[in-house]
């Protein structure tokens, strides 16, 4: 069934202001589906690893005229990678992201020794992702941020919980 016109009801500016109102609203929600993404598909657009943020994001937001971003998490996470590295990530983590840099980061830190430093920079230089504390810097393989961490347990995890290893044979408790 179609709409009809009564040319006394409506003049024709109003019934194509009418006509454009319905076609504009019908086409928005694909619109707006077409740009759905994940904040992991967003480093996946600029050459990252999705493992470089934790699991658990629930939001994102992007300027893509300046590369400002925020990430969102449901609240703080920690977790140790390698038994050896301990990360924190605060709820929201910002920053400006481009084609294989991030810079100015906010949100994020490693326990270096006994003190928490901020990490400020991730630039990925071919198969490496450098990590910038401001005065030092490590290098690490891009496969190492195939998986996204679990909060708590980091890649060690099972249910949920971290996994336990094996008992020692050689350790007694007696």
């Excluded at 937001?61 to 925020?70: E, H, I, R, V």
């Excluded at 909060?151 to 094996?166: H, I, P, T, Y």
């Amino acid at each position: 069934m179609g709409l009809l016109f009564t040319p006394g009801l409506m003049s024709v500016p109003a019934f194509l202001c009418l006509i454009l109102g319905c076609l504009t609203s019908s086409l928005t929600p694909l619109t707006a589906a077409a740009d759905t993404s994940t904040a992991y598909m967003l480093l996946e657009d600029y050459d990252f690893p999705m493992g470089l943020l934790p699991k658990g994001v629930v939001g994102y937001d992007l300027d893509k005229s300046t590369g400002k971003f925020a990430a969102y998490l449901n609240g703080s996470c920690s977790f140790s990678l390698e038994g050896s590295y301990q990360l924190k990530y605060k709820s929201t983590i910002k920053g400006s992201i481009s084609k294989g840099k991030l810079t100015s980061l906010q949100g994020i830190s490693v326990k270096l020794f006994l003190f928490w430093v901020n990490i400020v920079e991730v630039v990925r230089n071919g198969d490496d992702l450098e990590f910038s504390v401001g005065i030092a810097s490590a290098y690490f393989p891009i496969d190492n941020f195939e998986e996204c961490p679990q909060c708590g347990c980091g890649l060690d995890c099972v249910n949920g919980q971290v996994r336990k290893l094996g008992t020692n044979p050689f350790v007694s408790s007696s």
